[in-house]
C-alpha cells in the first residue's frame, strides 16, 4: 500500500510540475516604419501577420507626415469598431515618435486594411492580417 501510494504521489507530482512549467502563448510586439528608409512612402512592411493581444508601434521614419486610418469598411464583418480603435488620426512629424496599438482578444480573424491619410493617394497603405 505504502508503494502504491508512493508511486501515485510521484505521478501527481509530475504531471502538476509539467502543467506549472508549460509556457501560454506570449503576445508578441511588431514594428511597422512609417516611410521607407530609401525615402518611399509605403509602410514597413507593408503588410504583417499578427495575433489577438499583439501590440504594433507604428514608428514615424521618412517622409512625414504619417498616420494611420482603419476604416470601417476594410476590416473583418463584426470588426467596425475595432476599426475606429485602432485608429490614429493624428499626424507624426518628427523621426522616432510612434504609436502603439494592441490587437484586441475578441478581434475577428482576417484582414485590416489601413493607410496613411496624407498620403493614400500616394498609395501608403498597409494590412494587418489577425490569424
Same mark, same amino acid.
Do not use: W
Given at each position: 500500500?505504502k508503494?502504491? +501510494?508512493?508511486?501515485?504521489a510521484?505521478?501527481?507530482?509530475t *504531471?502538476?510540475?509539467?502543467?506549472l512549467s ?16 530609401? +525615402?518611399?512612402?509605403?509602410?514597413? %512592411? @507593408? ?18 507626415p504619417?498616420?494611420v486610418?482603419? /476604416?470601417?469598411?476594410?476590416?473583418? /464583418?463584426?470588426? @467596425?469598431?475595432?476599426?475606429s ?9 518628427? %523621426?522616432?515618435?510612434?504609436?502603439? *496599438?494592441?490587437? %484586441? /482578444?475578441?478581434?475577428?480573424?482576417? /484582414? ?5 491619410? %496624407?498620403?493614400?493617394?500616394?498609395g501608403?497603405? +498597409?494590412?494587418? *492580417?489577425?490569424?
Open positions: 500500500m508503494k502504491l +501510494g508512493l508511486i501515485l510521484t505521478v501527481f507530482f *504531471i502538476a510540475t509539467f502543467a508549460a509556457n501560454p502563448a506570449q503576445a508578441a510586439t511588431h514594428q511597422v516604419k512609417m516611410g521607407s528608409d530609401t +525615402g518611399q512612402l509605403v509602410y514597413v %512592411p @507593408e503588410t504583417l501577420s499578427v495575433s489577438p493581444g499583439d501590440s504594433v508601434e507604428f514608428v514615424m521614419n521618412k517622409l512625414a504619417h498616420n486610418v482603419f /476604416e470601417s469598411s476594410d476590416v473583418p /464583418e463584426g470588426a @467596425e469598431s475595432i476599426a480603435s485602432l485608429t490614429m488620426s493624428k499626424l507624426l512629424f518628427s %523621426p522616432g515618435q510612434s504609436y502603439s *496599438i494592441t490587437i %484586441p /482578444e475578441d478581434a475577428p480573424k482576417g /484582414e485590416y486594411e489601413y493607410y496613411c491619410q %496624407p498620403h493614400r493617394g500616394a501608403m497603405t +498597409g494590412k494587418l *492580417i489577425v490569424e
